[in-house]
């Protein structure tokens, strides 16, 4: 993937061919749409003012909320999420359609606040399969040049920090606005950003810096864990498809233009004084914002429905890839139904920001290495490690073999320990967390069939009529669709029989004082292997770690979490608050899909004229779910994803490891595995 700046690039030079027009509605007014329109940076509150100008059309706000509420009769954890079993019971505790029904009667000021509301609402679930995105609120990103971290003292404190590669980073990734911030700087300071890196923060907007911290933490979403929410604040890296990506944090990067500046005091390196600076937030277009250069330009481009949107009866017409893939936290995969996917979203892209150099590991990428997935050996000469940033890519058997051949060439060079890096690791692949347990840790009653957890999907009247649909009118002779009894196994791991009408009869359960069905339990899914794994393990799950920084999601919870309580392989959080405790993983699910699949079944299904299907969705919109759920490890009669996942070791981050993986590489085998 091209650094997102030369795509910036690009459409600043074609882009600004057209700023100028005044929108229908605006009348004779300036056109506030007009004045953001072929700009690459603008004023934040340039794009609230253009976001703002669009008054609430009945029938849309009707449209959504029969969308999303009809779609969630799909999702498995609606009653669960009401409120969370212990320990999440205070992190997830959200009636969606109370919420609902208070958002149809309210009255808002503009389109852009509804859209708040729906998107905080979804974002309450803390739950990055559930999400609300409206693509026409996701045009401009709002930076600063200063991401901020958590660092530890020699004495245990721990204190807020601008990052102190905050410099090199924003110099390089945003060198054509950086004299904006540098003549923000006040006095002496002015054009001296250089020598903000570093600084400890004593305060923001006035208050303790933590303050701010857990405010974000209330609105984030995507992680059930307080912990790992306050951790979305500060910076950290990844590996991309190609690098190790430098991702700027919730408090230097905002979806949505809701700040105009920020104040700061601030402690400089090795000064003793204080300085009290405010600096501008400036957005930048998402280079995947169609060009517009008024409102009417902007509406049509960027707000409705696309292909994509919406799902295709695949008997009629060609299958495209869904437009949640733009949202996936995950590289792009091919338009299939054959892998099954389970990973988060999140309205902002993936970070193709830079990790500095000085950061990027020096030693060579070894054999297997692909994409997302980066093989090293550590300078002790027995500690490999995989930077795994994904576990989804472009192909799914390069990935498989990359995986088998990294390891093992590893093993080849003396490795006897191993390192998985899995920081912001959005999830992907789920037979690709089954193959990566099953090859480390050889065949075991663990590893063979199952490497991984048994499933079960909501189970509603409109799910059970698709499978019926599905069995009486061989709709599926290509097994592409999810309700089809082909692709599934019954709890011995037994595939059912063409005619199996997988969902009935159902399980009746109540949660949280409502009636609830879901399916029976679903077994092994991904064995056999599309390729034959090593009759041995490659490495003694007591001498393997999984590190990241709790941003583990989906499918790599899936992993993290069977490597963890059935293989005993130790966990790392990096960073996070002492007095927090660190989950090693984010958001567990089971298979993650969105609206326009599931109208994909209904329409083939021939079900879209039923009164319990959601209509076609009028915009440019995104609703997640999480559409099978898998049973627990240690309470096996109920959810993995409401079980408690410490990590075996918070490492608190200092300056010589904050974002360098390297270093923390080499700290975390210095604790662990010495």
Same mark, same amino acid.
């Given at each position: 993937?091209?650094?997102?700046?030369?795509?910036l690039?690009l459409?600043?030079?074609?882009?600004?061919?057209?700023?100028?027009?005044?929108?229908?509605?605006?009348?004779?007014?300036?056109?506030?749409?007009?004045?953001?329109?072929?700009?690459? =940076?603008?004023?934040?509150?340039?794009?609230r003012?253009?976001f703002?100008?669009?008054?609430?059309?009945?029938?849309?706000?009707?449209?959504?909320?029969?969308?999303?509420?009809?779609?969630?009769a799909f999702?498995?954890?609606v009653? $669960?999420?009401?409120?969370?079993?212990?320990?999440?019971?205070?992190?997830?505790?959200?009636?969606l359609?109370?919420?609902?029904?208070?958002?149809?009667?309210t009255? $808002?000021?503009?389109?852009?606040?509804?859209?708040?509301?729906?998107?905080?609402?979804?974002?309450?679930?803390?739950?990055?399969?559930?999400?609300?995105?409206n693509?026409? $609120?996701?045009?401009?990103?709002?930076?600063?040049?200063?991401?901020?971290?958590?660092?530890?003292?020699? !004495?245990?404190? @721990?204190?807020?920090?601008?990052?102190?590669?905050?410099?090199? *980073?924003?110099?390089?990734?945003?060198?054509?606005?950086?004299?904006?911030?540098?003549?923000?700087?006040?006095?002496?300071?002015?054009?001296?950003?250089?020598?903000?890196?570093?600084?400890k923060?004593?305060?923001i907007?006035?208050?303790?810096?933590?303050?701010? *911290?857990?405010?974000n933490?209330l609105i984030?979403?995507?992680?059930?864990?307080?912990?790992?929410? &306050?951790?979305?604040?500060?910076?950290?890296?990844?590996r991309?498809?190609?690098?190790?990506?430098?991702?700027?944090?919730?408090?230097? @990067? &905002?979806?949505?233009?809701?700040?105009?500046? *920020?104040?700061?005091?601030?402690?400089? +390196?090795?000064?003793?004084?204080?300085?009290?600076?405010?600096?501008?937030?400036?957005?930048?277009?998402?280079?995947?914002?169609?060009?517009?250069?008024?409102?009417?330009?902007?509406?049509?481009? #960027?707000?409705?429905?696309?292909?994509?949107?919406?799902?295709?009866?695949?008997?009629?017409?060609?299958?495209?890839?869904?437009?949640?893939?733009?949202?996936?936290?995950?590289?792009?995969?091919?338009?299939?139904?054959?892998?099954?996917?389970?990973?988060? /979203?999140?309205?902002?892209?993936?970070?193709?920001?830079?990790l500095?150099?000085?950061?990027?590991?020096?030693?060579?990428?070894?054999?297997?290495?692909?994409?997302?997935?980066?093989?090293? /050996?550590?300078?002790?000469?027995? %500690?490999?490690?995989?930077?795994?940033?994904?576990?989804?890519?472009? !192909?799914?058997? +390069?990935?498989?073999?990359?995986?088998?051949?990294?390891?093992?060439?590893?093993k080849?060079?003396?490795?006897?320990?191993?390192?998985?890096?899995?920081?912001?690791?959005?999830?992907?692949?789920?037979?690709?967390?089954?193959?990566?347990?099953?090859?480390?840790?050889?065949?075991?009653?663990?590893?063979?069939?199952?490497?991984?957890?048994?499933?079960?999907a909501?189970?509603?009247?409109?799910?059970?009529?698709? *499978?019926?649909?599905?069995?009486?009118?061989?709709?599926?002779?290509?097994?592409?669709?999810?309700?089809?009894?082909?692709? =599934?196994?019954?709890?011995?791991?037994?595939?059912?029989?063409a005619?199996?009408? =997988?969902?009935?009869?159902?399980v009746?359960?109540?949660? #949280?004082?409502?009636?609830?069905?879901?399916?029976?339990?679903?077994? @092994?899914?991904?064995?056999?292997?599309?390729?034959?794994?090593?009759?041995?393990?490659?490495?003694?799950?007591?001498?393997?770690?999984?590190?990241?920084?709790?941003?583990?999601?989906?499918?790599?919870?899936?992993?993290?979490?069977?490597?963890?309580?059935?293989?005993?392989?130790?966990?790392?959080?990096?960073?996070?608050?002492?007095?927090?405790?660190?989950?090693?993983?984010?958001?567990?699910?089971?298979?993650?899909?969105?609206?326009?699949?599931?109208?994909?079944?209904?329409?083939?299904?021939?079900?879209?004229?039923?009164?319990?299907?959601?209509?076609?969705?009028?915009?440019?919109?995104?609703?997640?779910? %999480?559409?099978?759920?898998?049973f627990?490890?240690?309470?096996?009669?109920?959810?993995?994803?409401? &079980?408690?996942?410490?990590?075996?070791?918070?490492?608190?981050? %200092?300056?010589?490891? +904050?974002?360098?993986?390297?270093?923390? =590489?080499?700290?975390?085998?210095?604790?662990?595995?010495?």
């Amino acid at each position: 993937m091209a650094p997102l700046h030369h795509f910036l690039a690009l459409f600043s030079v074609f882009g600004a061919v057209c700023v100028n027009g005044i929108s229908e509605v605006q009348g004779s007014k300036r056109d506030p749409c007009a004045v953001i329109g072929g700009k690459k =940076w603008v004023a934040p509150k340039d794009v609230r003012a253009c976001f703002s100008s669009f008054k609430v059309d009945p029938a849309i706000k009707r449209n959504i909320l029969d969308v999303v509420s009809k779609t969630l009769a799909f999702h498995t954890s609606v009653n $669960y999420q009401i409120r969370a079993p212990e320990p999440f019971s205070k992190d997830v505790h959200e009636d969606l359609f109370k919420d609902f029904a208070r958002i149809s009667k309210t009255n $808002y000021a503009s389109d852009y606040d509804l859209h708040i509301d729906m998107s905080r609402t979804l974002k309450r679930l803390n739950d990055g399969h559930c999400v609300w995105i409206n693509a026409c $609120y996701a045009l401009f990103f709002n930076f600063l040049p200063i991401p901020l971290v958590l660092l530890t003292e020699k !004495d245990g404190s @721990q204190n807020v920090h601008i990052a102190p590669e905050a410099f090199e *980073v924003a110099s390089v990734e945003f060198a054509d606005e950086i004299s904006v911030w540098q003549d923000a700087l006040p006095g002496p300071l002015k054009g001296k950003l250089e020598t903000l890196s570093g600084a400890k923060v004593l305060s923001i907007n006035g208050k303790r810096p933590f303050e701010s *911290v857990n405010a974000n933490a209330l609105i984030t979403g995507s992680f059930q864990a307080f912990g790992t929410r &306050q951790n979305l604040f500060f910076s950290s890296y990844a590996r991309s498809t190609s690098k190790f990506v430098y991702s700027m944090g919730n408090f230097a @990067q &905002q979806s949505l233009p809701l700040s105009d500046s *920020v104040n700061l005091v601030i402690q400089r +390196v090795n000064h003793t004084t204080l300085d009290r600076i405010t600096l501008p937030y400036r957005s930048r277009i998402n280079p995947a914002t169609v060009p517009f250069n008024n409102s009417t330009t902007y509406r049509a481009n #960027n707000c409705v429905a696309v292909d994509g949107t919406n799902g295709v009866d695949i008997n009629t017409e060609a299958l495209v890839s869904s437009a949640a893939g733009r949202f996936q936290q995950t590289p792009p995969v091919p338009v299939t139904k054959k892998q099954r996917l389970n990973v988060i /979203m999140d309205a902002a892209p993936l970070s193709d920001v830079d990790l500095p150099p000085v950061l990027q590991p020096t030693a060579p990428v070894l054999n297997g290495s692909f994409g997302s997935g980066a093989f090293f /050996m550590q300078k002790d000469g027995k %500690t490999g490690v995989l930077a795994l940033g994904s576990f989804s890519g472009a !192909d799914f058997l +390069v990935m498989q073999s990359g995986l088998l051949q990294g390891l093992m060439t590893l093993k080849q060079m003396g490795a006897t320990q191993l390192i998985v890096d899995v920081t912001n690791n959005g999830g992907g692949f789920i037979c690709m967390a089954h193959w990566l347990h099953r090859i480390i840790v050889g065949p075991k009653s663990t590893s063979v069939p199952q490497a991984g957890l048994d499933t079960k999907a909501r189970d509603g009247p409109l799910a059970r009529q698709i *499978v019926q649909q599905i069995i009486d009118k061989n709709l599926d002779p290509q097994q592409n669709l999810l309700y089809n009894p082909l692709n =599934w196994n019954d709890a011995n791991g037994v595939q059912f029989a063409a005619a199996d009408n =997988w969902l009935l009869p159902p399980v009746n359960v109540h949660i #949280n004082g409502h009636a609830d069905a879901f399916s029976q339990r679903l077994g @092994q899914e991904c064995q056999p292997f599309s390729a034959t794994p090593p009759e041995t393990a490659l490495f003694d799950s007591s001498k393997v770690v999984i590190v990241s920084n709790g941003r583990c999601a989906s499918s790599c919870s899936l992993f993290s979490i069977t490597m963890d309580k059935e293989e005993g392989v130790r966990t790392v959080v990096v960073g996070g608050k002492a007095d927090i405790k660190q989950q090693y993983c984010g958001i567990v699910g089971g298979q993650s899909t969105d609206f326009s699949t599931i109208d994909t079944e209904i329409k083939t299904a021939q079900l879209k004229n039923s009164s319990l299907a959601p209509p076609d969705m009028l915009v440019n919109g995104v609703q997640g779910i %999480t559409w099978r759920l898998g049973f627990g490890i240690d309470d096996t009669a109920e959810p993995e994803e409401w &079980q408690d996942h410490p990590a075996t070791l918070n490492l608190p981050l %200092t300056p010589d490891l +904050v974002n360098n993986p390297v270093a923390i =590489w080499d700290a975390v085998t210095a604790r662990l595995l010495s």
